[in-house]
């Protein structure tokens, strides 16, 4: 750098000469002496204002560049502030739905629970209430399916839709439960379980021939072996329509259970209940015997569907 400098001061140390010469032939030629140093310094004078009018028109784009990402960055702020005012409710809907579907949820549990119950209290019992017990409704299926182009508003009108499947299961889920209840009761008083301990038939339902007239009767029950004074239960609940003796059966219950049905309890040494008297299934309602029509102790056990006979084999569970 020295020698640059020594070389430059050697060169230059006596500045420059700048002439002036007119066009016109009779001027005077003029000559103007710089010293070098000065030179220099008008020289980064105007090196020096050449950077700074670049350096700020580039200064100036970039901020007019600044300006501009503001710009569109206050845009994309707002329109982000007025989708969340916008998603907001919506969010709140679907905390909403997710409630809502927690507690069909839990609502299906009961209805599962209560049809196990009934199943198991019901055994093979088939009645008119089993037949159709159960509702199914059409699958739920949206309008679109969610993917990268989904818009707020197909999610709210989703939601709306999920929203109205939600209160359709719901009627559907009360409705179901409602008869699920109402089949329940029913079974309480549907004959279902064997009148005696003892499962052993001695005499079946329908034509045979009588063990003490000696010609073929419609035998409208079936007899069931039993020793004397063994426990006779109610088949299910109801109420005692008759208690007392009645001609060819000897010592008898007859029990109306609602819904069409009565069974009828023969043959007895003693009754337990009385006429009008309340009874649940199972309830123990009198003690066999052999009074009436009978060749030996044993229980006769009918019932009756609208006052008509059946074959009560189709009523025992198992």
């Known amino acids: 750098m020295k020698k640059i400098l020594k070389w430059i001061r050697k060169k ?17 030629v003029k000559s103007i002496g710089i010293p ?11 090196g020096f204002n050449l950077y700074v009018f670049f350096a700020y028109t580039m200064q100036v784009k970039q901020i007019y560049r600044f300006r501009e990402d503001v710009r569109s960055k206050k845009h994309q702020i707002a329109k982000l502030e007025k989708e969340q005012r916008q998603v907001k409710p919506t969010l709140q809907k679907s905390y909403q739905i997710a409630k809502e579907l927690s507690r069909l949820k839990l609502e ?12 198991q209290k019901g055994g093979r019992v088939a009645t008119q209430a089993s037949r159709g017990v159960f509702i199914r409704t059409n699958p ?25 499947y939600i209160k359709e299961e719901d009627v559907t889920q009360q409705k179901l439960y409602r008869e699920l209840k109402a089949y329940d ?7 279902s379980i064997w009148p005696l301990s003892s499962t052993f038939i001695t005499s079946l339902f329908g034509s045979r021939l009588h063990p003490l007239l000696g010609y073929y009767k419609e035998h409208t029950g079936v007899d069931l072996k039993a020793s004397y004074g063994s426990q006779v239960k109610a088949a299910a609940d109801g109420v005692v329509k008759t208690a007392g003796y009645i001609s060819g059966y000897g010592y008898a219950v007859i029990i109306n259970h609602e819904y069409g049905y009565e069974t009828l309890y023969a043959h007895n040494s003693k009754l337990l209940v009385t006429s009008g008297q309340n009874v649940k299934k199972g309830q123990v309602i009198s003690f066999s015997g052999s009074s009436g029509e009978s060749t030996g102790p044993h229980l006769h056990y009918e019932v009756h569907i609208n006052g008509h006979p059946v074959n009560p084999v189709s009523f025992f569970r198992n």
């Open 140 to 164: 739920y299926i949206l309008d679109s399916s969610p993917d990268d182009r989904t818009s707020l508003k197909e999610l709210q009108n989703n939601l709306g839709q999920l929203q109205a």
């Open 185 to 191: 009761i029913q079974l309480d008083h549907t004959p």
């Open 12 to 28: 230059f140390d006596k500045g420059f000469t700048f002439m002036l010469v007119p066009n016109s032939s009779g001027g005077q």
């Open 108 to 119: 299906r549990t009961k209805l599962l629970t209560i049809w196990q119950a009934i199943q």
């Open 36 to 46: 070098f140093w000065s030179v220099l310094c008008i020289v980064f004078i105007v």
